[in-house]
Structure formats: C-alpha cells, structure tokens
C-alpha cells in the first residue's frame, strides 16, 4: 500500500524537529503534576486522619482525563490551523499541487500528520490516566469509550482546522477563525441552552405554571435546543465522566440541568450518538477543504496546458 507522500514528508520534518518532543514534555509535565499533587494531597490526608479515602484517587482520575481533553481540545487546532495556509504563506502550495500530488492527497496528509501527533499524546498521557487502575474504580471498557472520545474530539477539532487553513490565506486568521468556531461549539451551545431555559422559565412564570404548595407544575425546560449539545464534544466528556465515576447515569446531570428527562432513545446512547455526529462533521469539513484546494490544482493544471498550447 502506497503511502501519503505529505504524510511522509510531514512525518521526517516533526521527527527531526525539537518541537514534537517539546509538545510531549510539556503535555506530559502538566498531567504529571496534577496527578503527583492530587497523590499528593490524599497521602497527607492519610497521615492525619489515618484513613483511606478511595474516593480521591477516582477523582484524581477525572482531574487528569479532563485536563487531557482540554489540551486535546486547545492543541488540536492549533496544530491544523496553519497547515494549508502556512503553504500558501511559504509559497509551496503550487509547487505541491504542481506534481502529481491531489488535493485529497494534501488535505489527507496534512490530517493524517496531525492526528498522529494528537494520538501520540493520547497515548503517552493514557498511563496517567490509567493510575486508577491499582485502586480499581473503572474497566478497560470505559478507558477505551475515555480513548474514543479522545480520538473523536481531536478529529472533529483538527478537521475543522484544515477547513479553514484551506478556506483561508492567512495562518493568523485561520488559526483565529478555528478557535472563535469551537468556542461557539463548546460554549455557544451552553449559552443558547442557557438562554432558552430561562426563556422557558420567564414563560412559565408569566403564564402561573409554576410551583405551588402541594402541587407539581410544569419545570422551565431548555425544550428542542438541548439537542444542540450532540456537537459539543464537552458535553460528550462530562457525560462520560458522570457514568464512569458512578454519580448517575451518563447525562443524567446534564439533563436534570436543562430540565430534559434522561430518557429516550438518543439520551440513552447520547455518547455513541454524539461521536458519530461529530466525526460525520469532521468528514464534511475534510471534503469541504478538498473542495476549496481543488480549484488551485485544476487552475495550475489549466495553466499548464495552455503553456504546453503555446
């Protein structure tokens, strides 16, 4: 099987830099630190209470699968933002799509790099992660739906930045864009739920549903816009969170915020739900930046013919 020659490229380039070591140390120093620290904080509580709360090592568990994520979440687009651009800026884009090289080759290499560094982090942090284990707590089980979050989120964030990268000549904006886009994602959606449950509870007040001594009225509701939360990859974690560290089940939290009965087809298999959406997205974004490197190749190629007319 031939391989993607701008993933070898990509692949040689970040081997022989200082920088794809850097990145490891860095991510690798700031999950250590939080885990020594909580490790840290329940052998002093040993000492002065003289009893094991086992319950601090599940939440050193959540502290560092969370920092995990929001590195994947904030490094992600960085690492793809610049990708396309940045050739466009260097002036080797035409050179690339002047060979026999495709845009589908471009784009997919350029993914496939930053994937393989996103899951190169994934994996040095997962024994981290994985220091639960000793006290028990969560199965192999619910470390891989832990890892197929992980791999979902840094897809559907470094698609999303090769998009714009493609969509946009300059790295600075494109980087800006990517970042402003899973803002919105991320937080844009909490805020329009926000919004529409105290809508939902102003409504309510005003038209008397509300509580009275001794009876149950309708509750202020987020309604149709919690379904929104599909393509928060946060939301997908912190679903996951709350089933593996036993609170509830996996949403329940989250619904019970919103006023949404956690019940229901797609509340039920919310977390598989969520990651298909996300990565159908991530695939759309991917045939969206081939869309806008495609036309370069044909003008380049036109442009060669005419040449070769003359």
Request: with cysteine.
């Given at each position: 099987m031939k391989r993607n020659p701008v993933f070898n490229r990509e692949?040689?380039?970040?081997?022989?830099?200082?920088?794809?070591?850097a990145i490891l140390a860095v991510f690798n120093g700031i999950l250590s630190l939080a885990a020594l620290l909580n490790m840290y904080a329940a052998v002093t509580q040993v000492r002065t209470s003289s009893a094991i709360q086992y319950s601090r090592f599940m939440d050193m568990y959540e502290l560092v699968a969370t920092i995990e994520f929001v590195l994947i979440i904030l490094l992600s687009p960085?690492?793809?933002?610049?990708?396309?651009?940045?050739e466009r800026e260097r002036q080797t884009l035409d050179l690339m799509l002047s060979t026999q090289m495709t845009a589908v080759q471009v784009v997919v290499g350029k993914l496939?790099?930053?994937?393989?560094?996103?899951?190169l982090l994934i994996i040095s942090g997962f024994p981290l992660v994985a220091m639960v284990f000793v006290y028990g707590g969560i199965t192999w089980g619910d470390a891989l739906e832990l890892l197929l979050c992980y791999v979902a989120s840094a897809f559907f964030a470094g698609s999303l930045g090769i998009?714009?990268?493609?969509?946009?000549?300059?790295?600075?904006?494109?980087?800006?864009?990517?970042?402003?886009?899973?803002?919105?994602?991320?937080?844009?959606?909490?805020?329009?739920?926000?919004?529409?449950?105290?809508?939902?509870?102003?409504?309510l007040q005003?038209?008397?549903?509300?509580?009275?001594?001794?009876?149950?009225?309708?509750?202020?509701?987020?309604?149709s816009v919690f379904y929104l939360f599909l393509l928060n990859p946060a939301v997908t974690f912190l679903g996951i969170m709350d089933g593996?560290?036993?609170?509830?089940?996996?949403?329940?939290?989250?619904?019970?915020r919103f006023g949404i009965a956690a019940e229901g087809f797609v509340i039920e298999h919310w977390i598989f739900i969520s990651i298909l959406i996300q990565i159908a997205l991530g695939a759309l974004f991917i045939l969206a930046a081939i869309r806008w490197v495609e036309p370069v190749k044909k003008k380049k190629k036109q442009r060669h013919e005419k040449r070769l007319g003359a």
């Open positions: 692949m040689r380039v970040s081997s022989r830099s200082i920088r794809l070591p960085a690492v793809t933002a610049a990708s396309i651009s940045g496939m790099s930053a994937l393989a560094t996103q899951f998009c714009c990268s493609s969509v946009f000549k300059r790295s600075t904006i494109s980087t800006v864009v990517t970042y402003w886009i899973m803002t919105a994602v991320v937080g844009g959606t909490y805020f329009v739920n926000q919004f529409a449950l105290s809508m939902s509870s102003m409504s005003n038209s008397g549903l509300i509580y009275t001594m001794g009876q149950e009225a309708a509750l202020p509701s987020s309604g593996q560290a036993g609170r509830n089940t996996p949403m329940f939290e989250i619904c019970s």
